[in-house]
């Protein structure tokens, strides 16, 4: 057996020699493997790396245009989007050893989501929430008089879940789009991507690397949490509930403290898609969202509402689901689970079996389950890896009264029908709390510049600097030419 071996960080600011670093393997026995060394750090260390990589950025990125940011950006992802480059290779070679995905899946979802973060779509990023980019780099007019200017933070703190492979590119880029300097914490499971990601970008601009650093230490170390939250000025976590309240418990009041927890999302399937000839595409579709990354996102579904009326039934429909669940099987296998995944998979499988009129479809390995439930409305969470709910109802107007006990949870809602019934549904789940509505088959893949859990990728990194257009006029009165 092979081993490849990473370091896990980019210290800047610290002497690597003094540095303790621990291995963790990743893969299992007989298998290509990875070995991780891991940093062991100390809250000292922490203030260190902070002031170095706002010193870097004060010298650097604070004073640049904001395009020399975007241009650089697209360049290291260009190299990425390259697979004759090195860490792409890596990449696609060591992803799917440390997070047990199918090689092919990590592959093209790669590709895919790359392509998100090349220069026009961020342009689009940056514009969703400043019309005039320019903001970012000097004073502009503002619409009710005056000028503004948008500063970022001095210090962008990150800590990252890894349950989808590349995550923490989201947060990464928003920070560089506002010349904020940032530390990341990556996580356990994945905390690879960004360190790579970073390397990269080291090619394309080195100055612009030297803004970001990257630490890792084991979840719930509250002193290292502390320590990494004191020194920032705004933070973003991802994680469970119960993680983002024991991290949020860590952050001062002066540090700004952006979350996103736990979500839920689901899909609403028309009548009009349930005719011979669209059913079959519609059912691919869906179970494609299903698939991905094994429904480890937020965005990904838990269950489908099934709209009565068509010429497919809602049964019929959880059957074309299964038939195109197995044939994904075989293009992209599942992931091992662990014991405690297979425990809980099993319990859900038997919850499902005992509601009234329920059906549960599944082939003799356990790795998909479609359950099918004539009778049992309520949006209920999926077992998650390759689990979903096919729920009969009888007009897609009940799904928003269904779905609006999970007000505070719901994300994302894919929807299959006419364009009159698209907006429509859509007011009505936007009422329920849905911030993200798409097609079928792209649950997994946000557009650029997305507001997230419905709020602002970039204004709510930032502070905005007035000057009142009392205070210009006032000017006037001190200029040369006054008379």
């Given at each position: 057996?092979?081993?490849?071996?990473?370091?896990?960080?980019?210290?800047?600011?610290?002497?690597?020699?003094?540095i303790?670093?621990?291995?963790?393997?990743?893969?299992?026995?007989?298998?290509?493997?990875?070995?991780?060394?891991?940093?062991?750090?100390q809250?000292?260390?922490?203030?260190?790396i902070?002031?170095?990589?706002?010193?870097?950025?004060?010298?650097?990125?604070?004073?640049?245009?904001?395009?020399?940011?975007?241009?650089?950006?697209?360049?290291?992802?260009?190299?990425?989007?390259?697979?004759?480059?090195?860490?792409?290779?890596?990449?696609?070679?060591?992803?799917?050893?440390?997070?047990?995905?199918?090689?092919?899946?990590?592959?093209?979802?790669?590709?895919?989501?790359?392509?998100?973060?090349?220069?026009?779509?961020?342009?689009r990023?940056?514009?969703?929430?400043?019309?005039?980019?320019?903001?970012?780099?000097?004073?502009?007019?503002?619409?009710?008089?005056?000028?503004?200017?948008?500063?970022?933070?001095?210090?962008l703190?990150?800590?990252?879940?890894?349950?989808?492979?590349g995550?923490?590119?989201?947060?990464?880029?928003?920070?560089?789009?506002?010349?904020?300097?940032?530390?990341?914490?990556?996580?356990?499971?994945?905390?690879?991507?960004a360190?790579?990601?970073?390397?990269?970008?080291?090619?394309?601009?080195?100055?612009?690397?030297?803004?970001?650093?990257?630490?890792?230490?084991?979840?719930?170390?509250?002193?290292?949490?502390?320590?990494?939250?004191?020194?920032a000025?705004?933070?973003?976590?991802?994680?469970?509930?119960?993680?983002?309240?024991?991290?949020?418990?860590?952050?001062?009041?002066?540090?700004?403290?952006?979350?996103?927890?736990?979500?839920?999302?689901?899909?609403?399937?028309?009548?009009?898609?349930?005719?011979?000839?669209?059913?079959?595409?519609?059912?691919?579709?869906?179970?494609?969202?299903?698939?991905?990354?094994?429904?480890?996102?937020?965005?990904?579904?838990?269950?489908?509402?099934?709209?009565?009326?068509?010429?497919?039934?809602?049964e019929?429909?959880?059957?074309?689901?299964?038939?195109?669940?197995?044939?994904?099987?075989?293009?992209?296998?599942?992931?091992?689970?662990?014991?405690?995944?297979?425990?809980?998979?099993?319990?859900?499988?038997?919850?499902?079996?005992?509601?009234?009129?329920?059906?549960?479809?599944?082939?003799?390995?356990?790795?998909?389950?479609?359950?099918?439930?004539?009778?049992?409305?309520?949006?209920?969470?999926?077992?998650?890896?390759?689990?979903?709910?096919?729920?009969?109802?009888?007009?897609?107007?009940?799904?928003?009264?269904?779905?609006?006990?999970?007000?505070?949870?719901?994300?994302?809602?894919?929807?299959?029908?006419?364009?009159?019934?698209?907006?429509?549904?859509?007011s009505?789940?936007?009422?329920?709390?849905?911030?993200?509505?798409?097609?079928?088959?792209?649950?997994?893949?946000?557009?650029?510049?997305?507001?997230?859990?419905?709020?602002?990728?970039?204004?709510?990194l930032?502070?905005?600097?007035?000057?009142?257009?009392?205070?210009?006029?006032?000017?006037?009165?001190?200029?040369?030419?006054?008379?």
């Open positions: 057996m092979t081993t490849d071996v990473e370091y896990v960080g980019r210290l800047h600011g610290l002497d690597p020699e003094r303790h670093w621990e291995p963790r393997q990743y893969g299992g026995d007989g298998e290509k493997s990875l070995i991780a060394l891991t940093p062991n750090l809250s000292a260390d922490l203030s260190i902070a002031s170095k990589v706002r010193l870097n950025a004060r010298n650097s990125v604070k004073t640049w245009p904001v395009d020399r940011v975007l241009t650089a950006i697209d360049q290291t992802v260009a190299r990425l989007l390259d697979r004759s480059h090195p860490v792409r290779k890596k990449m696609e070679h060591l992803l799917p050893i440390v997070t047990g995905y199918d090689e092919e899946m990590v592959r093209i979802g790669l590709t895919g989501y790359l392509k998100t973060f090349r220069k026009p779509q961020l342009q990023f940056i514009t969703e929430d400043f019309p005039n980019p320019g903001i970012l780099d000097k004073f502009q007019p503002l619409v009710k008089g005056g000028f503004g200017r948008a500063f970022g933070p001095d210090l703190a990150h800590v990252w879940a890894g349950n989808v492979p995550l923490p590119l989201w947060t990464l880029i928003a920070g560089l789009l506002v010349k904020a300097a940032s530390v990341g914490k990556v996580a356990t499971a994945e905390p690879f991507f360190g790579w990601f970073h390397d990269v970008l080291a090619e394309t601009d080195p100055e612009l690397a030297k803004t970001i650093a990257l630490v890792w230490w084991q979840g719930g170390n509250t002193e290292l949490e502390a320590g990494l939250f004191r020194e000025d705004v933070a973003l976590a991802y994680g469970g509930d119960t993680a983002i309240a024991a991290l949020a418990a860590q952050a001062p009041a002066s540090t700004r403290f952006l979350a996103h927890g736990h979500k839920i999302s689901f899909g609403l399937i028309g009548r009009e898609a349930l005719d011979p000839s669209r059913a079959s595409s519609t059912a691919r579709k869906a179970a494609y969202d299903v698939v991905r990354y094994d429904q480890q996102g937020c965005y990904s579904p838990h269950v489908f509402f099934v709209e009565k009326g068509g010429a497919i039934s809602p019929t429909f959880g059957t074309y689901i299964a038939q195109s669940l197995a044939s994904y099987e075989e293009k992209f296998p599942r992931r091992p689970l662990s014991l405690a995944e297979a425990s809980s998979l099993v319990e859900w499988r038997m919850a499902e079996e005992t509601r009234l009129g329920g059906k549960v479809v599944e082939p003799c390995n356990g790795n998909w389950t479609v359950s099918i439930q004539l009778q049992d409305r309520a949006l209920r969470p999926s077992g998650l890896n390759r689990t979903i709910r096919i729920v009969a109802v009888d007009d897609l107007e009940e799904t928003p009264i269904l779905s609006k006990p999970y007000k505070t949870l719901i994300q994302t809602a894919a929807i299959s029908a006419t364009p009159e019934r698209l907006f429509n549904l859509a009505m789940l936007g009422e329920v709390g849905v911030t993200r509505v798409t097609a079928l088959g792209d649950m997994t893949s946000p557009e650029a510049g997305w507001h997230h859990d419905g709020r602002f990728n970039l204004l709510d930032v502070r905005i600097t007035e000057i009142e257009a009392r205070a210009e006029t006032a000017a006037e009165d001190l200029a040369s030419y006054a008379d």
